[in-house]
């Protein structure tokens, strides 16, 4: 049967038009059932808080539960994987971080491309890594610490929660920008570089600042300063670092991902409800509690900050000529 014409033309335009209403019903209706919120990290940490706060917000706020999956292992890559691997439909998602912007020009046969591979939906905090040493360490400010670094190279042993971590790269990023030599001492996570530092077996650490304010707080760490181009709310009187070595800057990005190809209509409604969390009074506060700010924004923002980081830690990476399998 021939049609006519304008009834032929009717149905082409309503062919086309089919995918684009096709989304937009399905990200009005998203979720329709449980979504997954992949972790790389072990359940407790700040990743794991901040995973379980955003999630607890997302699911007031879409009716339908955010569950919290820990698959750590392999700093974050197999959670990463995991959700590359996953359905782009918006009921899989990432919390993705420094690490992972990191990860890219760490590994060198990764089984997926960050960038190329999840999809951006927000950013959610920045925060700020803290220089922290033992109280007998002669050096109470940047400046001093750096002098004594100079005057003894490689006596001065810095602390990470392992290589490649946000922790390692912050103090590598320090080295080079001071033009001092440090002895790296990598440990299997922040726990116990802090036990040795408090014990006086290391001197420097590149610390979070949930993981050692309450030391600093005690008197049983000194903090030299943060890592943060601004001084940080939860501890106001510790200085930037910045403000003796220009320019240098190591803070820690959080966000939320996706599959790439999930549907932009549903990674819309994500950074909407996730924009609408960060303006929350409670949720700001407990931001600050976890030592971070709100780092509210478009999609596209949090696309081009991973692309910047990305870009930065890979010049440090190519540069100090770290490696990881």
Same mark, same amino acid.
């Given at each position: 049967?021939?049609?006519?014409?304008?009834?032929?033309?009717?149905?082409a335009?309503g062919?086309?038009?089919?995918?684009?209403?096709? %989304?937009?019903?399905?990200?009005?209706?998203?979720?329709?059932?449980?979504?997954?919120?992949?972790?790389?990290?072990?359940?407790?940490?700040?990743?794991?808080?901040?995973?379980?706060?955003?999630?607890?917000?997302?699911?007031?706020?879409?009716?339908?539960?955010?569950?919290?999956?820990?698959?750590?292992?392999?700093?974050?890559n197999?959670?990463?994987?995991?959700?590359?691997?996953?359905?782009?439909?918006?009921?899989?998602?990432?919390?993705?971080?420094?690490?992972?912007?990191?990860?890219?020009?760490?590994?060198?046969?990764?089984?997926?491309?960050?960038?190329?591979?999840?999809?951006?939906?927000?950013?959610i905090?920045?925060?700020? &890594?803290?220089?922290?040493?033992?109280?007998?360490?002669?050096?109470?400010?940047?400046?001093?610490?750096?002098?004594?670094?100079?005057?003894?190279?490689?006596?001065?042993?810095?602390?990470?929660?392992?290589?490649?971590?946000?922790?390692?790269?912050?103090g590598?990023?320090?080295?080079?920008?001071?033009?001092?030599?440090?002895?790296?001492?990598?440990?299997?996570?922040?726990?116990?570089?802090?036990?040795?530092?408090?014990?006086? %077996?290391? %001197?420097?650490?590149?610390?979070?600042?949930?993981?050692?304010?309450? &030391?600093?707080?005690?008197?049983?760490?000194?903090?030299l300063?943060?890592?943060?181009?601004?001084?940080?709310?939860?501890?106001?009187?510790?200085?930037?670092?910045?403000?003796?070595?220009?320019?240098?800057?190591?803070?820690?990005?959080?966000?939320?991902?996706?599959?790439?190809?999930?549907?932009?209509?549903?990674?819309?409604?994500?950074?909407?409800?996730?924009?609408?969390?960060?303006?929350?009074?409670?949720?700001?506060?407990?931001?600050?509690?976890?030592?971070?700010?709100?780092?509210?924004?478009?999609?596209?923002?949090?696309?081009?900050?991973?692309a910047?980081?990305?870009?930065?830690?890979?010049?440090?990476v190519?540069?100090?000529?770290?490696?990881?399998?």
């Amino acid at each position: 049967m021939k049609l006519p014409r304008r009834r032929f033309l009717h149905l082409a335009a309503g062919a086309v038009a089919l995918p684009a209403i096709s %989304q937009m019903a399905w990200a009005q209706t998203y979720p329709t059932r449980p979504v997954r919120l992949i972790v790389g990290f072990d359940a407790g940490g700040a990743a794991d808080i901040l995973a379980r706060l955003m999630g607890q917000w997302l699911s007031e706020r879409l009716g339908q539960q955010f569950v919290i999956e820990n698959r750590s292992g392999a700093s974050g890559n197999i959670a990463a994987e995991a959700v590359v691997r996953a359905a782009p439909d918006g009921y899989t998602l990432l919390l993705p971080g420094s690490t992972d912007v990191i990860n890219a020009t760490l590994y060198e046969k990764l089984n997926f491309n960050f960038i190329r591979d999840i999809a951006p939906v927000a950013s959610i905090t920045r925060a700020p &890594h803290m220089i922290v040493v033992h109280p007998s360490f002669p050096a109470k400010t940047v400046p001093e610490f750096i002098a004594f670094a100079k005057a003894n190279p490689r006596k001065v042993s810095m602390a990470s929660a392992g290589i490649g971590t946000p922790s390692h790269m912050s103090g590598e990023l320090f080295k080079m920008m001071a033009g001092i030599n440090m002895a790296h001492v990598p440990y299997r996570g922040a726990g116990q570089a802090l036990v040795d530092l408090l014990g006086g %077996q290391v %001197q420097v650490f590149f610390s979070s600042l949930p993981s050692s304010i309450a &030391h600093v707080r005690t008197g049983d760490l000194r903090a030299l300063g943060v890592t943060t181009t601004m001084r940080s709310e939860t501890l106001p009187d510790v200085p930037a670092i910045g403000d003796f070595l220009p320019g240098y800057e190591a803070s820690g990005i959080t966000g939320l991902g996706a599959p790439k190809n999930t549907p932009a209509g549903i990674i819309e409604t994500l950074n909407k409800e996730i924009n609408a969390g960060l303006a929350d009074p409670k949720i700001k506060a407990r931001l600050a509690e976890l030592g971070g700010t709100a780092l509210p924004g478009s999609a596209a923002d949090f696309g081009k900050l991973i692309a910047d980081e990305t870009e930065k830690w890979g010049k440090l990476v190519k540069f100090v000529g770290i490696k990881r399998e």
